[in-house]
């Protein structure tokens, strides 16, 4: 059925299935290609198309281009799907450039290029998107605190949530005492993604690797990018490629005190802990099996949440005496890491 719909709707031949990640993608001949779900209305699309543009102009290399169907279609229907194609650039990847020094490129590459799309537009908004989610999990917290017979999961949602409510409230006090978001330049703003980690980029093969797919593409602060990218090597507890990443990414961008401050605060958000209480809790009991991922998936943070926070820890000791001279990290607090 895959490889009926692929010639029916692009007039190409499947000769071989791959999967990249969670996509299903395919070979025609010499060139590579993935499906990707249509997710984000057509305005999102088009700015993020022309912000592809413009970075294939600016020499960013490998990005991949969308492929319309033979009726000239951006999406399409395939096994049942609204899908989006994308084709993987052709000519091998001469950059030399690694991982984060490509990142570094990307972000001076893509400076300034609003998009008119509130959506994309996270640039400036840290703060109101945090407090929205975190009154998100104090409603849940609530909800479950009032429940008569509660699942294991929620024993450990009541229990760990006061501290990662701590962590939430330092992260946007620091974003504000720090990071001074509200007073960012107008003129840092870049093309960031969604959740950048190291691997985020897909490979076809040795020559062509590095990929980028558009669809994945905001606008933002660099610091995004270069926290949730040292967020995924300490949650890993992978310190030499943490170290690797900011050595390449420095290559190209220096990181200045106030986008340190921001990196710490994203660090210091935990993310990771409020996206699985929001998967959990928005799709309660729809699904048994999802649930025990979902419980073995929060052991799982738990038992590495103190070799993260000593990870996240050192990290900001180690830059922010020469960023902020260290002043509010190190001072007293009344919470607990």
């Not at 543009?53 to 490998?62: F, H, I, N, S, T």
Request: glycine letters at 8%; proline letters at 4%.
């Amino acid at each position: 059925m895959f490889e009926k719909n692929i010639y029916d709707q692009y007039g190409l031949y499947c000769d071989e299935k791959y999967q990249f990640g969670q996509y299903e993608g395919f070979r025609s001949g010499n060139r590579y290609y993935v499906l990707m779900p249509s997710l984000r209305r057509h305005d999102h699309l088009w700015v993020q198309l022309e912000w592809a543009e413009r970075l294939k102009v600016k020499g960013v290399p490998q990005i991949a281009e969308l492929v319309t169907d033979m009726g000239g279609n951006a999406v399409t229907r395939v096994d049942g799907v609204q899908q989006l194609l994308f084709q993987f650039p052709e000519e091998e990847d001469r950059s030399g450039l690694s991982e984060g020094e490509t990142l570094a490129m990307m972000h001076e590459s893509g400076k300034g290029w609003v998009p008119e799309v509130n959506d994309l537009h996270l640039y400036g908004h840290w703060l109101d998107f945090w407090e929205t989610r975190i009154e998100q999990l104090e409603a849940y917290h609530r909800t479950v605190d009032q429940r008569f017979q509660k699942t294991a999961f929620d024993q450990q949602f009541l229990y760990t949530f006061p501290y990662y409510l701590g962590r939430a409230e330092t992260a946007m006090q620091w974003l504000v005492e720090e990071g001074h978001e509200h007073t960012l330049s107008p003129y840092l703003g870049t093309v960031n993604h969604t959740r950048f980690k190291p691997g985020a980029w897909m490979v076809a093969d040795e020559n062509r690797t590095q990929v980028k797919l558009p669809l994945s593409f905001v606008y933002d602060h660099p610091a995004r990018d270069v926290g949730e990218c040292l967020r995924h090597c300490y949650e890993q507890d992978d310190l030499a490629l943490a170290t690797e990443f900011l050595e390449a990414y420095t290559r190209g961008q220096s990181i200045q005190p106030q986008m340190w401050a921001l990196v710490g605060a994203r660090l210091l958000f935990p993310l990771t802990y409020v996206e699985l209480m929001e998967e959990h809790y928005l799709n309660e009991g729809t699904n048994e099996g999802r649930s025990e991922v979902e419980e073995a998936q929060f052991e799982q943070l738990l038992e590495r949440e103190e070799r993260y926070m000593k990870r996240m820890s050192q990290c900001l000791l180690d830059t922010l005496p020469g960023a902020s001279e260290g002043h509010w990290f190190m001072r007293d607090r009344a919470f607990i890491y």
